[in-house]
């Protein structure tokens, strides 16, 4: 069982030694699991989630970078579809 303050101290010291570093990445170097890793990611504030696309791939992968000042929330967008009624003409 990973002591989770060491588990905490530890990524957050690779992520600001390191820069902008991908949870996969930092599975590698710590040996943490990568569950162990996001929880700790998503849980604290001061990690911002950047979409980074790598030059050799389409596909846009999730890289962490350290922010001294906490990171708000993401602000989900929410679609509303309006309801729009037919009248009958009346006669």
Wanted: hydrophobic fraction near 35%; charge should be positive.
């Amino acid at each position: 069982m990973v002591n989770p303050k060491l588990a905490e101290k530890t990524i957050e010291e690779f992520v600001k030694k390191f820069g902008a570093i991908g949870a996969a990445n930092l599975r590698n170097r710590t040996g943490f699991k990568k569950s162990v890793i996001n929880s700790i990611l998503h849980e604290n504030r001061h990690y911002q989630k950047i979409e980074h696309s790598p030059l050799s791939s389409r596909n846009t992968r999730p890289v962490w970078k350290w922010s001294e000042e906490k990171v708000p929330l993401p602000v989900k967008i929410r679609v509303f579809s309006r309801v729009t009624t037919v009248e009958e003409p009346s006669l």
